[in-house]
């Protein structure tokens, strides 16, 4: 057991690049509730609405997600070697890959924002409200490229309160446009789920800037002109790309796994779309406080790996399950006996909706645990890029085994939205054996910079 758990030091290490990681996330996620509570106010229809065109955002966010975070592994690991050439041009692959990623997502959403809300639902209502909101969110897409990167690159050398102050000053700015733009206070037209869209539009184009701004006057070792962003090395490129293009893909077919996960539940009715919807915005505050450990993985492993201290990369990656295995009972137990304030904050919600909210909540609640072990698992992994089994334990275990399983479920029988839910959630407890199995193997344990 000693393993998995360090001493005071290492947990106090790790909290210190958790906690501020933690409170950006949470604090973009407290948009994500105050966009789900004004919404809300609107009716079911809205919330279902708005809840499916974020998860095809969902689909893109994982794509860019996966590509920045295999970028990431490059920079911990050239920052560990001190190599700013190979550094600087890996920052540049970061942004420049990002838009490929970016462009389709928004030229489809642009063209076919009917089209994709019918994938999740029938109801028209729902529809309506999804294609009225996604009219103006799929421009959010468009800065969240040069955000993710910046911000990404900044945490990878240990610098996370910029990004932090950069993302509460968004927050504010969302939430204040978001009460003027649905509501139509203070003078501003009232513009419903249409509103929620150009305020969080507003607020990105806010955060990008900001970070544009802190870089062009803060010398940053991955800091790069505008006129060298194509400098990119060819033998880099192709490092990179074998390890990113798995990753994002992963990622990518992953959240694309979700939104079919919302599709079989959709067929126990449109109230579960909602329902699902309170209870996304209800956990991810809880997802959101351990996402932190992702980043401290990738500095806690990555750079004692581009250090060429293997023995100390492969410690600490244990080490780091552990922590995560503590911070997840904790949060499941904090999960559970929050659950009573759902109705008070969703108050316009039918009874209905708020009932299937809630079991789904417990549902989680008792998976949580597992679930963010096998998550903790894959950033280790993903940490050493060791994309194949990262591959093969995320989005290749839910295509494999999860989605077909949920499939069957949801067209040959009768069972309810709720024995449904638990199959998909309990799915983890089967994944957890392997995430095991391949953590063991320690094929993570690479220095990517030889090469």
């Known amino acids: 057991m000693k393993k998995y758990f360090g001493d005071l030091k290492f947990v106090l290490l790790v909290l210190s690049i958790a906690i501020p990681i933690m409170l950006q996330n949470l604090i973009q996620t407290s948009v994500n509730l105050v966009d789900s509570l004004m ?4 009716g079911d229809a809205a919330i279902g609405g708005v809840a499916a065109v974020n998860r095809y955002f969902l689909i893109l966010n994982g794509g860019i997600f996966g590509l920045t975070s295999a970028v990431a592994i490059f920079i911990a ?25 970016i ?7 642009f063209l076919f924002p009917k089209e994709i809300l019918s994938f999740f639902t029938k109801d028209i209502t729902l529809i309506e409200a999804g294609v009225n909101y996604l009219r103006y969110a799929c421009y959010t897409f468009l800065p969240i490229g040069i955000s993710m990167s910046i911000s990404g690159a900044m945490r990878c050398i240990g610098e996370t309160k910029i990004p932090l102050v950069a993302s509460v000053i968004s927050v504010f700015i969302n939430t204040f446009l978001n009460y003027c733009l649905i509501f139509g206070n203070f003078g501003m037209p009232e513009l419903g789920v249409a509103g929620a869209a150009i305020a969080t539009l507003i607020a990105r184009l806010v955060e990008m800037t900001l970070l544009l701004i802190v870089l062009k006057f803060t010398d940053f070792p991955f800091k790069t002109r505008v006129q060298d962003l194509f400098d990119i090395d060819s033998n880099l490129i192709k490092q990179i790309t074998l390890k990113a293009a798995p990753l994002a893909m992963n990622e990518i077919l992953w959240s694309a796994g979700n939104a079919m996960m919302l599709k079989f539940y959709g067929t126990r009715g449109g109230s579960v779309l909602s329902g699902n919807a309170i209870c996304g915005t209800f956990t991810d505050i809880f997802y959101t406080l351990f996402s932190g450990m992702s980043v401290a993985t990738t500095i806690m492993v990555s750079q004692p790996l581009g250090a060429n201290q293997l023995e100390k990369a492969k410690e600490n990656g244990y080490q780091m ?8 009972f904790c949060l499941s137990c904090l999960m559970v006996t929050t659950i009573g304030i759902v109705p008070m904050l969703y108050g316009s919600a039918s009874v209905e909706v708020l009932n299937i909210a809630k079991s789904m909540i417990i549902i989680q ?3 949580f645990p597992i679930y963010t072990l096998n998550i903790q698992s894959f950033n280790v992994l993903r940490a050493g890029g060791d994309a194949k089994s990262t591959l093969i334990l995320d989005s290749g275990f839910m295509w494999v085994f999860t989605i077909p399983m949920l499939a069957l479920f949801a067209y040959f029988t009768d069972i309810n939205i709720y024995l449904l839910f638990a199959l998909g959630r309990g799915s983890e407890l089967v994944k957890l054996v392997l995430s095991y199995i391949l953590l063991r193997k320690e094929k993570w344990v690479v220095n990517l910079t030889n090469n």
Do not use: D, W
């Not at 919404?39 to 609107?42: F, I, K």
């Not at 560990?80 to 990623?101: D, M, T």
């Not at 462009?103 to 959403?109: H, S």
């Open 77 to 101: 690991q050239f920052y560990g070697a001190k190599n700013e050439v190979r550094l600087r041009e890996s920052f540049r692959f970061s942004i420049i890959a990002s838009y490929f990623v």
């Open 321 to 328: 399950v552990g922590a995560a295995s503590i911070l997840a």
């Open 103 to 109: 462009l389709p997502f928004f030229i489809v959403a």
């Open 365 to 367: 609640a008792v998976t």
């Open 39 to 42: 919404v809300g106010q609107l």
